[in-house]
């Protein structure tokens, strides 16, 4: 797999298998594409879709980023407990 979002087959792959890094890098590629035009329609709409899944996937990734420095922060806090005498 390419870091652009291909296999060595050229067929896209699946967005929900596609790292932060490589959805957000072809969603840039996308939106160039898009701002560029020249594409029919049935070309753009497909582009603007798989536009809108890398975009989603990269939102899943950072929230689930969010989600465990959090998580990271709170098991500190409760380490950190001001109740806890020695």
């Not at 029919?40 to 980023?65: I, Y």
């Not at 709170?74 to 407990?81: L, P, R």
């Amino acid at each position: 797999m390419s870091p652009r979002g291909k296999s060595t087959d050229d067929a896209p792959v699946p967005v929900g298998e596609l790292g932060y890094e490589q959805a957000r890098d072809e969603l840039v590629e996308v939106v160039t594409t898009l701002e560029r035009g020249g594409l029919d329609l049935d070309a753009s709409l497909s582009l603007w879709e798989r536009g809108e899944a890398l975009a989603n996937r990269c939102e899943e990734h950072l929230a689930g980023a969010r989600d465990r420095i959090e998580a990271a922060i709170n098991d500190g806090e409760d380490d950190a407990d001001p109740d806890d005498e020695d």
